[in-house]
């Protein structure tokens, strides 16, 4: 089978979606080639008639495939009423910044690049010598000549991210660069929200089958997308079908907290309990009861929501995207880099929570499911893998605690990178994800969540 490209677009069959004329220059500089940014800032950009050059950091797997097919794939989106396949034109080039570092500099200095955007994972904030170096240098390179203004737009999972990503390259600028950069360079935020599972034999199958020709880039996602952007750019940008605001913040911590918080407690309810997928771990008796109170009595009222959402609402929504069986999003690769991703999904709710002298025990269940799947093993007996930049850490941590519950919990919990004082100290906290803790050793997910 031939593969998808600019010369077998005329020939796709015409119930899939394709772009229009497609742009033949990138305004865009995107770093990071996941599934995620192919399934959303791809998408919006296609048909603006700005086109994005995306630079993989590492594996040139997915950039060499999109190459192969002139920047084109496709994206399958998962609806109740079947599948709808779209071929998105907005790629319009790729880079391999590991071996072509001085192009994505010189790309990142160059006046024809409007937006640099980022979906690099919470992790690559922290690493001085990854994706803030590369970006400090191109600065620098394009402060040097006075470069047009820039906007760096971070997409990943972090609160406040603009201010996170600016905090992680500003240390790294020499003094006349930070003294442009002051003038013609931005950090806005966003919040960014699609289900988009990571790409599977199955995604690329069910494209080559629709489309006719194999496509080695599909992704696949849910109906749902969301963008809510910090309007604070430098220079041009484009039209995007998102909602541009002056507050993020309020949007983000809803998101976080509710979605990603809830998702990773039945990522580790469910990869413990031995369910595949996050629908999957939903229909376990007692878990969609659990989350909705999880919602209710303990998300929701740690958050001030943004203009006329009810968190409650929202939460009832994200629990039906999350049972939409179309979508195969593993609860292994969700669970993946928790030491990342809890600090601002479970601990910033549980700080609120304990401020406001509100209960804290429903939430310590996803801080003992975490603490379980870090000492690795399932329900079951089988091992469990601990994919995170700090398992080192965290496996010593619990082996030193021993076989104790109690001392399981303190252990994690006295891990400072990860879990920020009050919560580190509060004692509640410790009392309930001990009891938790020793539910699930002697009863396992299943029970634990039927007696919840
Ligand atoms: C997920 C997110 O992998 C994860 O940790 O919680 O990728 C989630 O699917 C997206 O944020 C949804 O917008």
Redesign the pocket.
Known sequence: MESLNAKTLADVPGTVRVPGTRPDRAGILHIGAGA?HRAHQAVYTDGTGWGITVAAPRSREVIDALAAQDGLYTVATLGPEGTELRVVGSIVDTLHIATEEERALDLIAADETHVVTLTVTEKAYRDPHGVPGLLAKGLARRAEHGGAPLTILSCD?LPDNGAATRAAVEPLLDEATRAWAEQHVTFPSSM?????PASTRATFDRAAETLGYVDDAAVEAEPFTQWVIEDRFAGPRPDWDATFTDDVAGWERLKLRT??GV??TLAYLGALAGAETISETLALTGARNFAERLIADQIAPSLTPPDRTDPVAYGHEVLERFANPGIR?RCL??AMDGSQ?LPQRLFGTIADLAEAGRPIGLIALPLAAWIRFCAGRADDGSALPLDDPLAGPLRQSLTAAGDHPAAQVGAILGVRQVVPEPVASNHELRLAATAWLVDLDRLGVARTLENA
């Open positions: 995620f999972n960014v929200d699609r289900i988009v979605l990603n998702h990773s999003h690769q969700i991703k």
